[in-house]
Each structure stands twice: as structure tokens, then as C-alpha cells.
């Protein structure tokens, strides 16, 4: 697999190079293999490259889609058993 | 005034072999940089052995070391100097002892920059004055360059256990509570944010500091506490797996009990890292019986070094004496020990 | 940590849970492979088992780059290291990974060889500029995801010209690999598989696409799945309905970071560095045609293995191992006589043991607890 994360350019300092934040930390990255990359997008961040963008409107799809998958059965399922 | 013709030079100067050698350069460097900053009676008597009397009514007494070769030297929130006063004040608190006094052996590498030694004995100095346990005798070698990474130190604490306190792994008996003093992984992170390769800018600080006026207040309050560890190398889960395999229980944590800040998961989800596994300078892991537990808690709290203490799990019946932790996410896992040598992965 | 935060919710992860519980029938079974070590990890750090209805079994593929590097290849890195007195740069995840005669690139370092773990292959190239009376050597591995940086850096090596740096490219294919496990089904080791967890950011660089005709070859479903949680329980979801329906699809529940065709730039870019392997051989499943990539000859002088006539040598992997039949979803980590005992991830022998995200190390470090339960019979 491929450890990657996605997180949000703060700022372009040159060519190919991109300024990421997660969370309070701030790395650069290089985005060579990625086209149009602007400040405020997310990207997948992988061995300091990031690898594609993150399409924010496809991720709020997937949320609502959890939230309905769960929807009709919320609460049916017993918790985990007690630890001890 | 000086017996010295000219002062050490702390702006430009280097380490080189003759402050090792025994000769007047190396009697002149304990001088003007270790006896100045360190500044007590005992080391001024300039004896081989710092000699000192017990406390009256004393107890047992309780002994500690600890080398320090930590990279970079210097990292937000403190240096290699405040961290060998620490680390080993802390060993002596987690035996449930008052320290009293620490020793500290230097080994420098020829070459290095005189105005870095001089910052970090300073800051020993300060951590120490702080601390309440004076530095009362040392030795200092230098070797070769490539020899060492810059400085090593080795500190040894000698303190006092008062009678009726007994700690030990051994004690914990299932049932008993594991607390915790505070967020997880500060000192790790703010360590390898300024690694070569792995650069990268956050606030995060190393928690280090001196534990042993929390220790006190704890036994103080809570004298029933079966055990406490410090959980530097190896993180959270090293002193949780200590316990279990010397006490012979099982440990269940909840994960989502364990204070850890927003920056810190970030920086290890950006590297690959379990925060359990991510070492810690200023944490303490308190066992109780579950009675005194939320006594305990409040007294943790009440201290400026534990005000995010919390209970995060508790000693179990379990021969396999493993650490397992009900996930964030519902489920379940095991909480190992670091395998290998802490490094980011890729996959 | 917007975006992750949001996919790691338990109680939603309940509520799919118990839609997987209440769709699954009786009389089938849902035997799912999820191919990549990330899901693997994920599955065992979030306990997701826990969860899943006993119908529905996770087998772990052989998806982790570390895992399925074989002896040889990493013999032949630390021959670059001693022999060619080459500044060796890694990613640490291979560090620890066993080669021949008790060695590892670990071992190999502290004997003297000049091995040094770098976070991105642009600090291998930067240290081969720092170094110029030094050859350096970038041990390149990973799948489609980690193969577009080596790419970029080999050509921003040969636009730089730096005439110390080259790449030993241990890169390795996706599709190819998922095509010889289920090859391998008249295999007695081999388990039949009902569908398949797809790759996460693999497929964020080569698309959903190259999943097409698998699926549809080999009659099998495919959800390609991000690497949280939640996504791992949607997927499963979306793969239980697939099979309950007899639909063999590629379905994307990534899109969020995967679309159909991937992105076109980092795949442009390694098809002008890189070209098709005949063969290579992968730990624990043997060699696999076409399944890895090597540097074309336009690129010949960034590349070590021509530079310092490197030969593969097959290593066998060690006997009392059950890597393979672990690999191909016949056989539990629990079922291997050396699990735990002779290897461990201090200790590795195995293919599954090397890497956090091999079955047998997911299983030690996160799982063993449940492992043992099951075989103590305890609830």
C-alpha cells in the first residue's frame, strides 16, 4: 500500500513546489505530477509528492452516503463486547 | 582575578583534545563553564565524590542513570542540557523518591563549538536550579572528531524513598485504574520535525520536565499507587507492555480516553507513526487501585505538569498479559511494542 | 484532520455494520481479498473484524511492495551498498526486510555500509548533489502510487545532469499481481474469492479503468476503496451487494481521490521513464509475468542496475514459511507453525511478518489478541 494523507495547500512558493497543512503541520511538497494545483485545494500526499487531488464535492457525497447506509439501522447492531 | 591569562572563548571558540587531557585547559573549562553554572557548595569543594549527608528519618534510598544522546541537540522546547536533568529526576521520582542530588559525565567531540556547550550547561543549570537537585560533581572527556554526535551526557540521580512508599509492577492487581498525566507524543514529534529529510514546521514543543513535585503530590494524596513509569522511549505502549508482562495482568485501554493534540496525530498520520509508540519527557503513567482512582485523578489535575490527566484504562485478568485498546472506531486491537527503530513509513 | 477524521466515525461504522449483517444471506459466502497492505492495516488497527458478520471473511492479498520484494533483490541492494561502496538511500520501510545469510539493510549498515533512509526520493537525489565523489543509489520500491516520484526524479536527475545518482527500480504492478492469484485457482493452496477490496491511491494513478476487464474476465467484483474505515466498511457493503445480485463490476467508493482515468499527467510521465519487466519475481507468490517496470535505455545511465551489472538471483524463500499459501487466502497467520514463535516483526522470516502491513505482522501487532481468543474458546 501506499501511505498517502490528504491535506490543503496553504501556499505555492515555486514551480512545483507546494506548501501542505494538516492539523498544524506544515510540510512542503513537490506538485510535479499534479496540474492546476491552487491554494485552498486538497491533495494525497505520498513521499512528498502529491499524487492527485482531493474532490471535496465527492467527498461530502460519500459522508451523506455513510450517514444513509447506517440510517435504517441505527442502533441495531450491540456494541462491542466490554473489554474485560 | 582569573588565574587564567586569557578566558575560555565561548563566542568562537571549539572543543579540542587538551580540554579533555587533564591538564590546564581542561581545569580551566571546569572553572569558568561547569563550577559557575552548576554553583553549589558541594561541587565547589572540587573533591573527586560529592560527599553529603541524609536527610534525617530518611528512608531507602534510590539511585538512577540515564545517557542522553538525543539529535538534534537543540529542539523546540528545550536541548540535550534541561533533558539529562529531567530524564534522570524523573527516573528517581518514578521509584516514588525525592531527589536530592544528580552527578553528570560530559563526552564532547573535539570540535564542537564551545558557545553550544556553554548554552547547554546553562540550561542544565537553570533545569536543575528549577528542579531543586543540584549537579554536585561530573567529568568531562573529549574524543576524537566522528567520535561522538557533538556531546553526550550522562547524568546519575541519587534521592530518598520515604518509608510506607512501595512501588512495583509487581503490585498492580487486575481491577486497579492506569492513568495517564497528559497528552501524548509532544517531546517525539517536536524531535523529528527537526530531523534532516524530515522537516516540518509545527508548534509542537517537547513536554520535558522535572515530574518529582507531581510524584510527591500524588503519593502524597494517593499512597495506596501501585506503580508509576515515565514513557519516554518506546511511548505510551512500552510502559503499558512493561507492566502487563511484569505484573502478570492484561491491560485494556480505551483510545479514545488518551489525550493526544491535534498536531501530533496529524504529524504521525503525515509519517506513518502509532502516537503510542512516539516518546514522551514530561508523562507519567500512574497505576491505583480502582477506589482512589478519581482521588488520584483530581490530584493529577491539580498540578500545572497533569491538568489533562485522565483514566484510561484499567489491569484485567489476561495470562496472555497483553495490552489491547477498544479503538476510537468501536473495535478492538493490541497495543504492541514499537518494533524495530522508530522511522516513517511509506506503506 | 478534515478529510480523515470524518471517515473514522464508529457510529456510522455500527450502522453500515448492521446493513452488512441484515443483507448478507444465509446460504452464501462472501470470501473478500482486500489487496492492499493499507486496508489490511486498517482492518486490524480499527479492529474491524469485530464488526463484520461471521458470513463475511477478509482475506489479505499480497498488496504491500515491502512484503513481496524478494530476497534476491534486496541481497542485490546491499551488494551495491558493500561491494560498490554506494551511498544507499531507502525508504525505511525496507530496512528491516531479511535477505540472504542473516542479513538486512539494517545489519548491513551496521557493519559499515553506507545505508541512509530518506522520507522522499528527492532527498536521495539531493544528496547525490551534496556528494559528487560519491556514486549514490535510490533502492526505488512501491506500487503505481510510489512509481510517479521515481519518475520525476529520475527525469529532473537527467534534466539536472547529475552524473552520481541512479536508481535500482524494484517497481511493481497492481492489475498484473490480482490477474496471477486468481490464475493460481485450480492451485490447492489457492482459495476460491468472491470479490475483491481494489486499491486505494494505486488507483488514484491508474483510474478504475485497468480494473475493467479483470472483473469482467474473471467474474469477480471489484470496489476500489479508500484506505479509512468507514471506507473499508462501505466497500464491503458494496461488494456483499455486487455478489448478492451476481453482478461482477468495478465499482469506485474512492471518488473522492479516484476517478476513471486517473491522473494522465503521472501516468504520462512514467510510461517516458519506465517500460514492462518480462517477469519478476515477487516473495511468496514466485515470478509474475509482466508485473514490474523497468528504466528504458534512453534513461540507461540513472539506472543501477545497468550501471553496476546487477544480476537477479533467485533466493527460495525459507522453507518452514506459509507465506504463500498466507498470501493467497488459504491459510490464517495463526496456521503457521514459526507465527509468533521463530518469526516475529522483530525477528522477521516471512514475506507476511516484514512489513506493519503484511497479514501476519497486522495480525501480531494489532489482531494476536483476537487470535487467541478464538483459539482459547473464550468469549
Given at each position: 500500500m501506499c501511505l498517502a494523507i490528504p491535506a490543503r495547500v496553504v501556499e505555492l512558493p515555486g514551480a512545483d513546489r507546494a506548501i501542505i497543512e494538516l492539523s498544524g503541520v506544515r510540510k512542503e511538497v513537490s506538485v510535479a505530477l499534479v496540474d492546476d494545483v491552487v491554494v485552498g485545494d486538497y491533495v494525497i500526499v505520498h513521499v512528498g509528492y502529491a499524487i492527485g487531488k482531493l474532490d471535496q464535492d465527492e467527498a461530502a457525497t460519500t459522508l451523506s452516503l455513510f450517514a444513509e447506509m447506517a440510517a435504517t439501522h441505527d442502533g441495531d447492531l450491540p456494541l462491542t463486547p466490554p473489554l474485560a | 582575578m582569573s588565574r587564567y591569562a586569557r578566558p575560555v572563548d565561548f563566542k568562537h571558540g571549539k572543543v579540542d583534545l587538551t580540554h579533555g587531557s587533564g591538564g590546564r585547559a581542561m581545569a580551566q573549562l571546569i572553572d569558568e563553564l561547569f563550577v559557575r553554572h552548576f554553583d553549589n557548595p558541594i561541587l565547589d569543594s572540587m573533591n573527586d565524590g560529592a560527599c553529603f549527608a541524609l536527610p534525617a528519618g530518611a528512608g531507602r534510598m534510590v539511585m538512577a542513570t540515564d545517557g542522553h544522546v538525543v539529535s538534534p541537540l537543540f529542539f523546540p522546547g528545550g536541548d540535550i542540557g534541561c533533558l539529562s536533568v529531567h530524564g534522570t529526576v524523573n527516573d528517581v521520582a518514578m521509584a516514588g523518591g525525592r531527589p536530592l542530588y544528580l552527578s553528570a559525565g560530559f563526552i564532547l567531540e573535539e570540535g564542537f563549538p564551545l558557545a553550544d556547550l556553554k548554552r547547554i550547561v546553562v540550561s542544565m543549570a537553570d533545569a536543575a536550579r528549577e528542579a531543586g537537585v543540584p549537579i554536585v560533581t561530573g567529568d568531562t572527556k573529549v574524543v576524537e572528531?566522528?567520535?561522538?554526535?557533538?556531546v553526550f551526557i550522562t547524568t546519575t540521580g541519587v534521592g530518598v524513598v520515604p518509608d510506607g512508599i512501595e512501588l512495583g509492577p509487581d503490585r498492580i492487581r487486575p481491577g486497579d485504574c492506569i492513568l495517564l498525566s497528559g497528552c501524548i507524543g509532544d517531546h517525539g514529534v517536536a524531535i523529528l520535525s527537526k530531523r534532516e529529510n524530515l522537516s516540518f514546521e509545527t508548534e509542537i514543543q517537547s513536554d520535558t520536565a522535572a515530574l518529582h513535585t507531581l510524584t510527591a503530590a500524588m503519593l502524597d494524596a494517593v499512597?495506596?499507587?501501585?506503580a508509576l513509569r515515565d514513557p519516554t522511549r518506546g511511548g505510551l505502549s512500552a510502559v503499558l507492555n512493561e507492566f502487563a508482562g511484569q505484573s502478570g495482568c492484561g491491560i485494556a485501554i480505551r483510545e479514545k480516553d488518551i489525550p493526544i493534540r491535534g498536531e501530533v496525530a496529524a504529524a504521525c498520520e503525515l509519517l506513518g507513526l502509532d502516537p503510542l509508540h512516539v516518546a514522551n519527557e514530561g508523562k507519567l503513567v500512574a497505576v491505583c487501585p480502582p477506589e482512589d482512582a478519581e482521588r488520584l485523578l483530581a490530584v493529577m489535575r491539580a498540578h500545572p505538569l497533569a491538568a489533562g490527566a485522565a483514566i484510561i484504562g484499567t489491569a484485567i485478568v489476561d495470562p496472555q498479559h497483553f495490552v489491547q485498546m477498544e479503538t476510537v472506531f468501536g473495535g478492538r486491537r493490541m497495543v504492541d511494542w514499537l518494533t524495530g527503530e522508530q522511522l516513517p513509513r511509506i506503506c | 484532520m478534515k478529510y480523515i477524521d470524518e471517515f473514522r466515525d464508529g457510529e456510522l461504522a455500527r450502522g453500515i455494520a448492521a446493513t452488512i449483517a441484515a443483507e448478507v444471506q444465509p446460504a452464501r459466502r462472501y470470501r473478500l481479498m482486500e489487496f492492499c497492505g493499507g486496508h489490511t492495516h486498517a482492518i486490524s488497527r480499527y479492529g474491524l473484524l469485530d464488526l463484520l458478520p461471521p458470513a463475511v471473511r477478509m482475506i489479505h492479498g499480497p498488496g504491500c511492495p515491502v512484503c513481496v520484494l524478494p530476497i534476491g533483490r534486496i541481497d542485490s541492494a546491499i551488494e551495491l551498498a558493500r561491494e560498490h561502496g554506494v551511498i544507499l538511500c531507502t525508504y525505511a520501510d525496507t530496512l528491516r526486510v531479511p535477505a540472504s545469510g542473516g542479513l538486512s539493510l539494517t545489519r548491513a549498515k551496521a557493519q559499515g555500509a553506507d545505508i541512509r533512509m530518506v522520507y522522499s526520493c528527492d532527498d536521495a537525489l539531493r544528496i547525490a548533489q551534496e556528494n559528487p565523489a560519491r556514486e549514490v543509489v535510490f533502492f526505488a520500491i512501491g506500487f503505481e502510487t510510489t512509481t510517479p516520484p521515481t519518475a520525476a526524479i529520475i527525469r529532473q536527475a537527467a534534466a539536472l545532469d547529475v552524473p552520481n545518482f541512479s536508481v535500482f527500480c524494484n517497481h511493481v504492478l497492481t492489475p498484473a499481481a490480482m490477474v496471477h492469484i486468481m490464475e493460481s485457482e485450480g492451485d490447492p493452496d489457492a482459495v476460491a474469492l468472491d470479490g475483491f477490496v481494489g486499491p486505494a491511491h494505486v488507483s488514484t494513478v491508474i483510474g478504475s479503468q485497468p480494473y475493467e476487464a479483470f472483473a469482467a474476465h474473471y467474474h469477480r467484483p471489484v470496489v476500489i476503496s479508500g484506505f479509512e474505515p468507514l471506507d473499508v466498511m462501505q466497500s464491503i457493503l458494496m461488494l456483499v451487494r455486487q455478489i448478492n445480485a451476481g453482478r461482477a463490476e468495478v465499482e469506485n467508493q474512492f471518488t473522492r481521490a479516484v476517478s476513471r482515468e486517473g491522473n494522465r499527467k503521472a501516468q504520462a510521465l512514467v510510461a517516458e521513464i519506465f517500460e514492462l519487466r518480462e517477469a519478476f519475481d515477487w516473495r511468496g507468490l514466485g515470478e509474475v509475468p509482466r508485473s514490474a517496470l523497468q528504466i528504458r535505455p534512453a534513461f540507461a545511465r540513472f539506472d543501477a542496475e545497468r550501471r553496476y551489472g546487477i544480476g537477479y538471483r533467485q533466493v527460495a524463500d525459507p522453507k518452514a514459511c506459509e507465506c504463500a499459501a498466507i498470501l493467497r487466502g488459504h491459510k490464517h497467520p495463526a496456521d503457521c507453525k514459526v507465527f509468533g514463535t521463530v518469526c516475529t516483526p522483530d525477528h522477521p522470516i516471512g514475506a507476511c511478518m516484514v512489513s506493519s502491513e503484511g497479514a501476519c505482522a497486522a495480525y501480531y501487532t494489532y489482531g494476536r489478541f483476537n487470535v487467541v481468543v478464538k483459539e482459547a474458546g473464550v468469549a
Open positions: - | 572528531q566522528g567520535k561522538v554526535d557533538g499512597p495506596s499507587i501501585r | -
